[in-house]
C-alpha cells in the first residue's frame, strides 16, 4: 500500500470532518429549513402492533414543529409495502404476520430470529426535504429516554417552558448518555453552541448572535429509536 | 594533534554559525532561499596555467597540461569556431552544470594574437540540464570541464560538434574523454534541474515541491491537501513515481506547509520525466521524479538555516581523498508557532501540533580506480493530533480526535563500477515505513510496510557494433520484496471521480486486519545505437511480475532521436507502462491486475544560441485497464481513459538574467464501466502556466514568478436525502466532474541579499507568495445538508521571512 496515497484518504476524511463551515448554518443552527429528526413511535414493532411515523421539522425565521410526512412510502423491502398506511394525514406502520416477516427476512438474508428493518421514505414541503426512516419489525423497542439533562447547573424544565440564560456566560449543558453508543446533538436558534455533538457542550451568545430563539436535544439510539425535548430560550 | 585541533576548529566554527543565527532575526532557512551566490559545495576550481587538471590528457590532447614548454607561434592563425557538445555520467546520464572553460596551452588556440599564453581559461560556460554545451575556442583548443563529485575532465576541440564528454566520478583517475557510448535519448519532454537551478527557479521558496509546479505538466492546485505525490499530465497522484537515489519514497511533502521533505541544499538533482520513461523506471503509468543527493564536496562546510516553517542544519565535505559526506537535519518550527495565531474561539485543541522531522545522510567512497561505493539515508517524521474539541473530558474529546503520524527511512548501499566498455551499477535499498491514521473513536489506518530491494544493472558499449556506431545495451533487474501489515477500519474508500460520500464518524464499512507479503520483481533491457550521425534510436524491453496479484507483463519502448538542421532536434517515443494494484485498499484484492498506459510523445528542442532553450512537445496516452468500482462495489480493471496535451518550455540564461516560461494543454478523460459516459479526471487542467524571471547581481537577488492554471474539475450536488437513524445526509450529484473552479492566477516574489560576516556568508530573503493577494476559488465547501455551498479560496498571502549562514 502507498503510504502516499492512503495518507491522501485519511487526509481528506480529517478535512472533511473538520471543514470550516465559512458562511454555511452550522449544523445545530434551529433556525434552517430541514427535517431534525424523524421519530417512529414505537421504532421497533413486533407481528400485529403498529408504529406512528412523525418529525421534528426546523424552518427558517420560525419555530420548530412536530408533523406527521406529507407524503410517505416503502422503499425497502417492497414486498412489504403495504405494512406503510395513511389515514387522516397520519402514516402508521402495521407490522405483518410472522409467516410474511420470515419471508422477508429470507429475501433480505437475515437471520431467523433477526428484526427485519422496513426502510421508509419521508417528505416535506411539497417534497423539498426527503429523508429515510428504518422501523424495525418483528421485534419491539421504546424510543430513547431523555436521562439528567441539565441546562447552566439545572434540571431542564419540562419541554415548553422558557429557559433564560446569561449571555455573558457559558452556559453548561449535558445529558447522561453514553457518546460511543447514542448519538447526541444539541441544537439551538438562539448563540453558539460549541459540542453540539458531545453529551457534555455548551452555548454561549456571541455579539452577533440573536438573544432569543429556541434550544433542544436530539438523542438517538443505534436501533432507530430517536427522542427530543424543545425549549423557548432567551439570553440576558 | 593537528587533526584534533582541526576537529575542535571545526567544531567551533559550526558554533559560531549557530550563534550568528541565533543572534540574526530569528528566521533563518536552508530550504526557503534560493542560494544567491554559487553553492559554496560547489566552488570553482581554479586551474592555475601550470596546474593541470587530474586526469591524463587524451591521446589526441596536442600537450600535456603540466608541460611548461614555451608556446610556438601558431595559435593565432586557427580558426575561432562555435562548438556545441554533451557531457554524460559514466552510465550515460547528462551531467549538468558542469563548468566548461577552455585550457590555454601550445595546442590550444586559445593564445594571445600577440603569441603570449593568454589567461588559463579564456572562456567559461555551464552545461545546461541536458548536459549540452555551446562555447566559441579556436580548432585545437583543450577543453576542461570540471564539476563537483566528478574527476575533471579534458576534450579536444577538432570540429563544431564533439562527441560526448563522458565524466567519472571523483577519484577514478580514469581517462574521462574517450567516447564510451552515447546517452539514452532523452524523453521528450524531460527536465534535469541541479540545485542550483531549483534554488534560482523563482517563486519556488528553494523548495523541491515547489520547483515541480513550474514543469510543465505538473498540475497546480492552490492547497495540495491531502496529496502527497505529483500529478503529471492530468492523470492521478498514484500513477506517478517519486524516487531518491533511483528508489521510491512513499511521500514526497509534509502533511503542513506543503514543504518538501528532503530540502534543496540536500538534493544533487531533480529528474522530472513525464513520460516515455526508459526501461529502467516502472510501477508507474504516468511519469516519474527522481531526486539525487547530494555527495559531499572537497571544500567542507556547514550550514544553518531557519525560517517560520522550519530550520535545520547541514554539513558536507570530504573526511579524506576518497571518502565525501552529507549530512542533513531538519525540523519544523511552525508548530512553534501555530498555536499563538489560532484563533482562540475555536473548537480546536492542537494536542500534538502538527511537525515533522526530516533527515539525510549521504557518504561517498572510492574503493578503487573502477570501483565507488555510496550510502545514502533519507527519512521523515510527520506527526500532528488535533480535537475539534475544547472539552476538558478526554474521553468525549477522542469522538472527535484526529491522529495522523507518517514516517519512513529508506538507507541505500550502492557501487558502482566502470572499465572501459563495461559501466554496472549494484544496489541494496530498504524503507521502514508507518502510516498511522485514527479518525475519532473507532475509524483507523495502521500500515507497517518494509520492504527491501536489490537492483543491479550493467551497461556494455562499443564503439561499432554490426554497422552501428556508439552502441550501448544495458541490462537491468531489480526484486522489490515487502510484507505489508495493515489493520483499516474505514468508510467505503472514494475512488477516481466519485464525489465525497457524507462523512460519518461510525462509518467502518471497509475493515481488514492482517498481513502478507508483497514481491514484486522486474528486469529490463535496452539497446541504443547511431543509425546514422544525426539519428539514434534506443529499444527497450521491460518485465514486471506481481506476484501477489499473478500478473507478469513486458513492456516494450522505444525512442527516436533526430538531429536537425539549425539546432534542433526532434525525439519520438512509444512505450507501454503499468502501474500495479496498491493504491488506497487495492493490494487487498488479489484479483485485479495492473492499469495500463501506452504513451506516445513527440517534442522538438530548439537552441539557437548559448542560454537559450525552447522545447516543445505533444503526447498522447491511452490508459486502459484502470481500476474502478463495479456495480456490487468490488474493484476490477473495467476502467479506459486517454490524455492529450502538449507543452513548451523555454529558458533564458544570460549575464544576470534567469527566464523561465512554460505552458502547458491537457485533456484528460475516462470512462469507468463500458457503456458509461466519458468524464473528465478529477486532475483534468486544460491550462497551466509559469512565467518567471530573476536577476542575480552582487549582493542582490531579486526574482519573480507568475502563475496562471485551469481550476480542477468537481462533481455539483444536486441535493440530499436525510439519513435520519444515521443522522446524515447522503447527497445527490450530477454529472461526474461536470463543473470547474475557476482559474487562478497569482505572483510570488523574492528578494534575497547577500553579505559576509567574518567567514560566514549570510543571506537574508524576504519570500512572498501571492502578493496582489488574489484569493481565487479552489474549491467548494457545502453545508452538513448540502443546501448551501461556500467558496474554499486559496491563502490571499503567504509571506515568509529568513535569514542563512554558510561556512
Known amino acids: 500500500m502507498n503510504l502516499a496515497i492512503v495518507r491522501c484518504a485519511a487526509l481528506v476524511i480529517a478535512a472533511a470532518a473538520m471543514a470550516c463551515a465559512g458562511d454555511l448554518d452550522p449544523k445545530w443552527q434551529l433556525d434552517h429549513t430541514r427535517i431534525i429528526a424523524v421519530r417512529a413511535t414505537p421504532p421497533g414493532i413486533a407481528s400485529g402492533q403498529s408504529s406512528t411515523i412523525d418529525a421534528l421539522l426546523g424552518t427558517k425565521g420560525a419555530p420548530t414543529s412536530v408533523a406527521p410526512p406529507q407524503l410517505a412510502e416503502v422503499v425497502s423491502p417492497m414486498s412489504l409495502a403495504d405494512a406503510l398506511t395513511s389515514s387522516g394525514g397520519t402514516w402508521t406502520v402495521t407490522a405483518p404476520s410472522e409467516d410474511r416477516l420470515a419471508a422477508a427476512r429470507t429475501e433480505l438474508m437475515l437471520a431467523a430470529d433477526a428484526p427485519v428493518p422496513l426502510e421508509l421514505g419521508v417528505s416535506y414541503d411539497d417534497q423539498a426535504l426527503i429523508a429515510t426512516k428504518v422501523v424495525f419489525l418483528g421485534a419491539p423497542a421504546d424510543n430513547p429516554m431523555l436521562i439528567n439533562v441539565m441546562i447552566g447547573g439545572q434540571p431542564a424544565p419540562p419541554s415548553g417552558s422558557q429557559i433564560t440564560i446569561d449571555k455573558t456566560a457559558k452556559t453548561l449543558v449535558s445529558i447522561d448518555a453514553d457518546n460511543t453508543v447514542f448519538d447526541v446533538e444539541w441544537v439551538t436558534s438562539c448563540g453558539t453552541m460549541h459540542d453540539f455533538d458531545l453529551p457534555n457542550a455548551y452555548l454561549k451568545v456571541e455579539s452577533d448572535d440573536p438573544t432569543s430563539g429556541e434550544f433542544g436535544v436530539v438523542l438517538r439510539d443505534p436501533m432507530g429509536g430517536v427522542a427530543w425535548q424543545i425549549w423557548p430560550i432567551q439570553a440576558q | 594533534m593537528t587533526h584534533t585541533r582541526g576537529s575542535v576548529a571545526q567544531w567551533f566554527r559550526w558554533l559560531h554559525v549557530s550563534a550568528l543565527i541565533v543572534a540574526g532575526t530569528g528566521s533563518v532557512a536552508w530550504a526557503q532561499s534560493p542560494s544567491p551566490s554559487p553553492p559554496p559545495a560547489t566552488p570553482p576550481q581554479p586551474v592555475a596555467p601550470t596546474t593541470p587538471p587530474r586526469p591524463a590528457a587524451p591521446p589526441a590532447a596536442p600537450a600535456t597540461p603540466a608541460d611548461p614548454a614555451p608556446l610556438p607561434v601558431l595559435p593565432a592563425e586557427l580558426p575561432v569556431i562555435q562548438v556545441t557538445g554533451r557531457v554524460t555520467d559514466v552510465l550515460g546520464k547528462p551531467v549538468a552544470g558542469a563548468t566548461v572553460s577552455v585550457e590555454s596551452d601550445a595546442g590550444s588556440g586559445t593564445a594571445s594574437a600577440e603569441g603570449k599564453p593568454a589567461e588559463a581559461k579564456t572562456a567559461t560556460v555551464k552545461t545546461d540540464r541536458n548536459g549540452s554545451f555551446t562555447i566559441r575556442v579556436k580548432i585545437g583548443a583543450t577543453l576542461v570541464i570540471e564539476r563537483e563529485g566528478f574527476d575533471p575532465g579534458l576534450a579536444n576541440v577538432t570540429a563544431a560538434t564533439l562527441d560526448d564528454v563522458v565524466m567519472v566520478k571523483a577519484g577514478t583517475n580514469a581517462e574521462t574523454i574517450e567516447i564510451r557510448g552515447e546517452a539514452p535519448a532523452a524523453a521528450p519532454g524531460a527536465e534535469v534541474l541541479d540545485r542550483e537551478e531549483l534554488q534560482r527557479i523563482p517563486g519556488t521558496g528553494n523548495d523541491v515541491v515547489r520547483a515541480l509546479t513550474a514543469m510543465p505538466g505538473v498540475v497546480n492546485f492552490q492547497l495540495p491537501l491531502g496529496y502527497s505525490g505529483v500529478v503529471i499530465r492530468g492523470s492521478s497522484p498514484q500513477d506517478s513515481k517519486v524516487l531518491v537515489d533511483d528508489f521510491e519514497i512513499p511521500v514526497l511533502f509534509h502533511n503542513i506547509g506543503f514543504r518538501a521533505i ?546
Open chain 2, 262 to 807: 528532503i530540502p534543496a541544499e540536500s538534493v544533487q538533482s531533480l529528474d522530472y520525466i513525464p513520460g516515455g520513461f526508459g526501461v529502467e523506471y516502472g510501477r508507474a503509468s504516468s511519469g516519474i521524479v527522481a531526486l539525487t543527493t547530494r555527495p559531499g564536496s572537497d571544500k567542507r562546510t556547514e550550514q544553518g538555516e531557519i525560517s517560520f516553517i522550519d530550520g535545520g542544519l547541514l554539513a558536507q565535505g570530504k573526511i579524506d581523498d576518497k571518502t565525501r559526506y552529507m549530512i542533513g537535519f531538519r525540523r519544523s518550527t511552525i508548530d512553534l508557532i501555530l498555536p499563538s495565531i489560532l484563533p482562540s474561539d475555536i473548537d480546536l485543541s492542537l494536542t500534538t501540533v502538527p511537525s515533522y522531522y526530516d533527515g539525510q545522510l549521504r557518504i561517498d567512497h572510492e574503493l578503487s580506480d573502477k570501483w565507488r561505493m555510496y550510502l545514502s539515508a533519507i527519512g521523515t517524521n510527520d506527526v500532528f493530533e488535533i480535537e475539534a474539541t475544547k472539552e476538558d473530558s478526554p474521553e468525549e474529546a477522542k469522538a472527535k480526535r484526529f491522529y495522523n503520524n507518517t514516517r519512513f527511512i529508506r538507507t541505500t548501499v550502492g557501487a558502482q563500477y566502470h572499465d572501459g566498455p563495461w559501466s554496472a551499477s549494484l544496489a541494496l535499498s530498504a524503507i521502514a515505513q508507518q502510516f498511522i491514521f485514527e479518525a475519532g473513536l473507532i475509524q483507523e489506518i495502521h500500515v507497517e510496510q518494509p520492504a527491501v530491494t536489490p537492483r543491479v544493472e550493467v551497461t556494455r558499449t562499443f564503439d561499432d557494433l554490426a554497422g552501428l556506431t556508439k552502441v550501448a545495451w544495458r541490462i537491468g533487474g531489480e526484486a522489490q520484496v515487502g510484507r505489508a501489515s495493515l489493520d483499516l477500519a474505514l468508510p467505503v474508500e472514494q475512488r477516481e471521480g466519485e464525489p465525497p460520500k457524507s462523512f460519518d464518524p461510525k462509518d467502518v464499512s471497509t475493515r481488514f486486519n492482517g498481513s502478507f507479503w508483497v514481491p514484486d520483481f522486474a528486469g529490463w533491457t535496452s539497446i541504443g545505437a547511431n543509425l546514422d550521425p544525426r539519428i539514434r534510436a534506443t529499444l527497450g524491453l521491460r518485465s514486471d511480475i506481481f506476484a501477489r496479484n499473478n500478473e507478469a507483463d513486458l513492456e516494450p519502448r522505444g525512442e527516436l532521436q533526430v538531429k536537425l538542421p539549425a539546432s534542433l532536434t526532434a525525439r519520438f517515443s512509444v512505450g507501454a507502462y503499468r502501474r500495479p494494484p496498491e493504491y488506497q485498499t487495492e493490494l487487498l484484492h488479489t484479483d485485479i491486475g495492473s492499469e495500463h498506459s501506452l504513451q506516445t510523445i513527440a517534442g522538438l528542442q530548439y537552441e539557437p544560441r548559448e542560454g537559450v532553450r525552447v522545447q516543445t512537445s505533444a503526447y498522447y496516452t491511452d490508459r486502459s485497464h484502470l481500476i474502478t468500482t463495479n456495480m456490487d462495489g468490488s474493484l476490477g480493471n473495467n476502467g479506459r481513459g486517454k490524455t492529450l496535451g502538449a507543452e513548451l518550455l523555454a529558458t533564458y540564461r544570460g549575464g544576470p538574467w534567469f527566464g523561465w516560461l512554460s505552458y502547458s494543454y491537457s485533456h484528460s478523460t475516462r470512462i469507468d464501466q463500458p457503456g458509461d459516459p466519458e468524464r473528465l479526471f478529477d486532475f483534468d487542467q486544460p491550462h497551466s502556466l509559469n512565467a518567471a524571471l530573476s536577476w542575480k547581481k552582487g549582493h542582490w537577488q531579486l526574482g519573480g514568478r507568475f502563475q496562471l492554471y485551469s481550476g480542477l474539475p468537481y462533481t455539483p450536488p444536486t441535493g440530499a436525502v436525510f439519513d435520519s437513524d444515521r443522522n446524515i445526509y447522503n447527497p445527490t450529484y450530477g454529472p461526474v466532474n461536470s463543473a470547474r473552479a475557476p482559474m487562478h492566477n497569482q505572483l510570488d516574489i523574492r528578494v534575497d541579499y547577500i553579505w559576509h560576516s567574518g567567514p560566514v556568508e549570510m543571506t537574508v530573503f524576504a519570500d512572498i507568495q501571492n502578493v496582489y493577494l488574489n484569493e481565487s476559488v479552489a474549491g467548494y465547501f457545502y453545508s452538513y445538508d448540502y443546501s448551501q455551498t461556500a467558496e474554499f479560496k486559496s491563502i490571499p498571502i503567504i509571506p515568509s521571512l529568513g535569514l542563512r549562514g554558510v561556512l
